[in-house]
């Protein structure tokens, strides 16, 4: 089995760079999915819409994440799992960093990003 374990520790950081969520990220592709440490700012407003289906683990911070109807808190030590095609995006509060890990599906099979 490839991959089964991720040193996040031996990953550099980079910019990440989504409208109103200017931050930074570990990530790797790994058996289809995408896996990250997404490290965002203080009062950060996503401000396009997403339909990728994310799950997730919050490490530090508050934020909400907003649907069309309805919106969810989420706070350190909580998960969510959002699926595929249900729009939503995500503010965090003004007073601290948010920090989470995520898990999507992306059709990326190997761990450098390559399609198969």
């Known amino acids: 089995m490839d ?3 991720i040193d996040f520790n031996n ?12 931050g930074r990220v570990k990530m790797v592709f790994c058996n289809g999915k995408r896996v990250r440490i997404l490290e965002l700012p203080a ?5 396009k819409w997403c339909e990728i289906g994310h799950q997730g ?15 969810y808190e989420c706070k350190p030590g909580m998960g969510f799992v ?3 095609g ?7 509060l ?12 992306i ?3 190997n761990i450098y990003g390559e399609n198969k």
């Open 3 to 5: 991959n089964v374990g």
């Open 11 to 22: 990953i550099e950081w980079k910019k990440w760079d989504k409208p109103g969520a200017v």
């Open 43 to 47: 009062g950060f407003n996503e401000e």
């Open 57 to 71: 683990y919050v490490l530090s911070g508050v934020f909400t994440i907003m649907f069309e109807d309805s919106s």
């Open 82 to 84: 959002i699926p595929d």
């Open 86 to 92: 249900v729009k939503h995006r995500s503010k965090g």
């Open 94 to 105: 003004d007073n601290d960093k948010t920090v989470v890990f995520v898990v999507d599906e």
């Open 107 to 109: 059709g990326v099979d």
